[in-house]
T-cell receptor, first 109, second 112 residues
Framework: GIQVEQSPPDLILQEGANSTLRCNFS?????LQWFHQNPWGQLINLFY???GTKQNGRLSATTVATERYSLLYISSSQTTDSGVYFC???????????FGKGTHLIIQP | KAGVTQTPRYLIKTRGQQVTLSCSPI?????VSWYQQTPGQGLQFLFE???????NKGNFPGRFSGRQFSNSRSEMNVSTLELGDSALYLC???????????FGSGTRLTVV
């Protein structure tokens, strides 16, 4: 199956700062998503973005499928942005979504 | 539109017992998949069902099984529970495997 590498593993920022989270894939994926896991464990879907760029408020994401990576941008961070961010993709085989290990983001007031 | 509903939210079982978890997908979604999340292994794919047929299966022992009903609701069963089965079990639904997945709130299973 595919391998998913996320960086950085941990990120501590002040409120108002901007951040970029990265996700690298070992092979092509045909389903790529970014999630934010809330304190209760639920994975909140941020973007479904197998290619191209999307924006939703202060969040945006870009996937360069030919180079097998995706970026999640968070601008003007708020304390409520804290949590773990996961990217996940599905390869061409018979597996489900493969997740990265996540980026643990802490936004300090 | 209701989201993905998982029941129960929390569960405590004794080693050796079996457990059944339930997942109701978003209305109209025919694909349901299950994932296990542990601190050590992260999020791992268990299996996926589409129109009552298991389509994909992750690398888990046969103690882990599932099924999907005609209304797309799904259950997963773990038999002969082990301490290592303690985890957050997440269910996700999708219209097909080429669209995004929406996750439920999960069932937190503790095996004692």
């Amino acid at each position: 199956g595919i391998q998913v590498e996320q960086s950085p593993p941990d990120l501590i920022l002040q409120e108002g700062a901007n951040s970029t989270l990265r996700c690298n894939f070992s092979d092509s994926v045909n389903n790529l998503q970014w999630f934010h896991q809330n304190p209760w464990g639920q994975l909140i879907n941020l973007f479904y973005i197998p290619s191209g760029t999307k924006q939703n408020g202060r969040l945006s994401a870009t996937t360069v499928a030919t180079e097998r990576y995706s970026l999640l941008y968070i601008s003007s961070s708020q304390t409520t942005d804290s949590g773990v961010y996961f990217c996940a993709g599905k390869g061409g085989g018979a597996d489900g979504l493969t997740f990265g290990k996540g980026t643990h983001l802490i936004i300090q007031p | 539109k209701a989201g993905v509903t998982q029941t129960p939210r929390y569960l405590i079982k004794t080693r050796g017992q079996q457990v059944t978890l339930s997942c109701s997908p978003i209305s109209g979604h025919r694909s349901v998949s299950w994932y296990q999340q542990t601190p050590g292994q992260g999020l791992q794919f268990l299996f996926e069902y589409f129109s009552e047929t298991q389509r994909n299966k992750g690398n888990f022992p046969g103690r882990f099984s599932g099924r999907q009903f005609s209304n797309s609701r799904s259950e997963m069963n773990v038999s002969t529970l082990e301490l290592g089965d303690s985890a957050l079990y997440l269910c996700a639904s999708s219209t097909s495997d080429t669209y995004g997945y929406t996750f439920g709130s999960g069932t937190r299973l503790t095996v004692v």
